[in-house]
T-cell receptor, first 115, second 114 residues
Framework: ETGVTQSPTHLIKTRGQQVTLRCSSQSGHNTVSWYQQALGQGPQFIFQYYREEENGRGNFPPRFSGLQFPNYSSELNVNALELDDSALYLC??????????????FGPGTRLTVL | AQSVTQLGSHVSVSEGALVLLRCNYSSSVPPYLFWYVQYPNQGLQLLLKYTTGATLVKGINGFEAEFKKSETSFHLTKPSAHMSDAAEYFCAVSAPGGGNKLTFGTGTQLKVEL
């Protein structure tokens, strides 16, 4: 069973640029959630995707957007980068069924630095 | 709305001593509760979770937590600390379903000393 993977591991961008982060779900999972973890803080929910549709969003501006693909992998896109976007971005996958959605399992994260 | 409060951003214990990390939650619906551990430069690893049923939950690496509804608490314990337990620990709450949005606390950094 393959776990959640993310790429790249580290990324450096400058203010105003755009970035795309990628996530591959754990085998058998159909739901992906993205979290932002600023230094010294707990993760904050950005949004969740289920069956290629956004299924819940946290308090993040529209310049944070995402995609989920038919193979359940996902991308997080951030436009017009700001210094405060510097953080560890975590992807988590889970399995949603008619009985509910199971536990989320996290990837290792992508460390984004905005200069 | 849900929230989590972790008392003590830093906890230090001696190797072999009891580990107690505190978590209190607020939730308008019966909560699902989680403890995750994060080692330096890594993602989050699930330690244990409470959904329904037995209020004492056992997890990996000898950790356990007890759901106390009357105290709105879900404290994490381990009888005997090991050096390898040094990490950051996060308590999280979600609405029933587990895979819904997780709301995390700010974390507790556990230091284990010889």
């Amino acid at each position: 069973e393959t776990g959640v993977t993310q790429s790249p591991t580290h990324l450096i961008k400058t203010r105003g640029q755009q970035v795309t982060l990628r996530c591959s779900s754990q085998s058998g999972h159909n739901t992906v959630s993205w979290y932002q973890q600023a230094l010294g803080q707990g993760p904050q929910f950005i949004f969740q995707y289920y069956r290629e549709e956004e299924n819940g969003r946290g308090n993040f501006p529209p310049r944070f957007s995402g995609l989920q693909f038919p193979n359940y992998s996902s991308e997080l896109n951030v436009n017009a980068l700001e210094l405060d976007d510097s953080a560890l971005y975590l992807c988590a996958s889970s399995l949603a069924t008619s009985l509910g959605t199971d536990t989320q399992y996290f990837g290792p994260g992508t460390r984004l630095t905005v200069l | 709305a849900q929230s989590v409060t972790q008392l003590g951003s830093h906890v230090s214990v001696s190797e072999g001593a009891l580990v107690l990390l505190r978590c209190n939650y607020s939730s308008s619906v019966p909560p699902y509760l989680f403890w995750y551990v994060q080692y330096p430069n890594q993602g989050l690893q699930l330690l244990l979770k409470y959904t329904t049923g037995a209020t004492l939950v056992k997890g990996i690496n000898g950790f356990e937590a007890e759901f106390k509804k009357s105290e709105t608490s879900f404290h994490l314990t381990k009888p005997s600390a090991h050096m390898s337990d040094a990490a950051e620990y996060f308590c999280a709450v979600s609405a029933p379903g587990g895979g819904n949005k997780l709301t995390f606390g700010t974390g507790t950094q556990l230091k284990v000393e010889l």
